[in-house]
């Protein structure tokens, strides 16, 4: 079944910089685009970016573009998310998952805590 293990959260400082990692498996990762969602608490899921096969082609939604990347390595089976300039407002918990969507919970990990505090 989908795997997807997310690592790399904890508590930032207002204006700095995070690395999530996810690591997959259980389900051929060349072949599935992927994406990042995040999840703040009392609000539903918030699509963040996703990234084609290869790893060149992204798309990125308003709130993080331009401050954020999506990539992946598929030797390693293994996809990133990095995000400067981070604001309170980014405190959620974050999920990598299966599909450019993330439409399908199932095909999600089981996320991991960013706090943005001071």
């Known amino acids: 079944q989908v795997q997807l293990v997310e690592s790399g959260g904890g508590l930032v400082q207002p204006g700095g910089s995070l690395r999530l990692s996810c690591a997959a498996s259980?389900?051929?990762?060349?072949?599935?685009?992927m994406s990042w969602i995040r999840q703040a608490p009392g609000k539903g899921p918030e699509w963040l970016a996703a990234i084609n096969l290869g790893g060149d082609d992204t798309w990125y939604s308003d709130s993080v573009k331009g401050r954020s990347t999506i990539s992946r390595d598929n030797a390693k089976n293994t996809l990133y998310f990095e995000m400067n300039s981070l604001k309170p407002g980014d405190t959620a918990r974050y999920y990598c998952?299966?599909?450019?969507?993330?439409?399908?919970?199932?095909?999600w990990g089981q996320g991991t805590q960013v706090t943005v505090s001071s």
């Open positions: 998952a299966r599909g450019a969507t993330g439409d399908d919970r199932r095909d």
């Open positions: 259980g389900f051929t990762f060349t072949k599935s685009f």
